[in-house]
């Protein structure tokens, strides 16, 4: 019993230093292929989305580099009374995805993914890939759009419909932010995709 002890013990700063590491963000985020060879699973998590959803690659990779800068703990900043007295968030939108607990609750019952956490990245790239689908559905918005895309996923698709970004300025920069980043994402993924492709199927089967 003692031996078991001690040696769980010595594994748990290991566990721990293994746990930080998989919810850190890459190294390198602006490069798709840095983000995927460091991060094997985002990468199967990003492929599964796309054959679920229809979602390419590059767009809620985009998307959740702009609402999270891919942190699995990412909210908004706290307002303060006074600039001391802390009284909230602006909004309760949380994690990788940054999605609101209304619209994660409406994910989960459409899906019936009931165990989804917003901390976990699979989760929250499958939270993406559904809100891209039901925009593309409901409002028409190519699936490929990353520019309204985004303004959909910030303003909601009852805003959109009601043009509400065009009253903000600073939405429409950072929009084509995200647009051109996920430009960006997708000449790199064309350009790597082959390999990690290859070395996935490598490393799973051999």
């Known amino acids: 019993m003692k031996k078991q002890i001690i040696l769980a013990t010595a594994l748990l700063p290991i566990t721990l230093l293994l746990s930080g590491c998989a919810s850190s963000p890459p190294a390198n985020p602006e490069n798709i292929c840095s983000i995927f060879e460091e991060k094997r699973d985002w990468y199967e998590a990003a492929i599964d989305t796309r054959e679920k959803w229809g979602a390419p690659v590059h767009v809620p990779m985009a998307m959740m580099y702009q609402e999270s800068s ?15 007295i802390p009284i909230g968030r602006a909004s309760d939108a949380y994690g990788y995805s940054q999605a609101k607990t209304v619209s994660w609750d ?6 019936g993914n009931w165990f989804a956490d917003r901390e976990d990245f699979d989760d ?12 593309n559905r409901v409002n028409k918005v190519s ?4 520019y309204h895309q985004y303004l959909n ?7 959109y419909r009601r ?4 009253s903000k300025p600073w939405l429409i920069k950072v929009a ?4 051109n980043r996920a430009k960006r994402y997708s000449e790199q993924y064309w350009g790597c995709k082959d390999d990690l492709s290859r070395n996935w199927f490598m490393r799973t089967f051999f």
């Open 153 to 159: 996923y910030h303003e909601g698709r009852t805003g």
């Open 70 to 84: 891919f942190k699995h703990d990412a909210a908004p900043p706290m307002r303060y009374f006074l600039w001391i």
């Open 143 to 146: 699936k490929w759009d990353a």
């Open 176 to 179: 084509r932010k995200v647009d």
């Open 124 to 135: 929250a790239m499958d939270f993406m890939g559904w809100y891209i689908h039901k925009t």
């Open 106 to 111: 409406e994910y989960i019952d459409e899906t």
């Open 163 to 166: 043009k509400t970004y065009n």
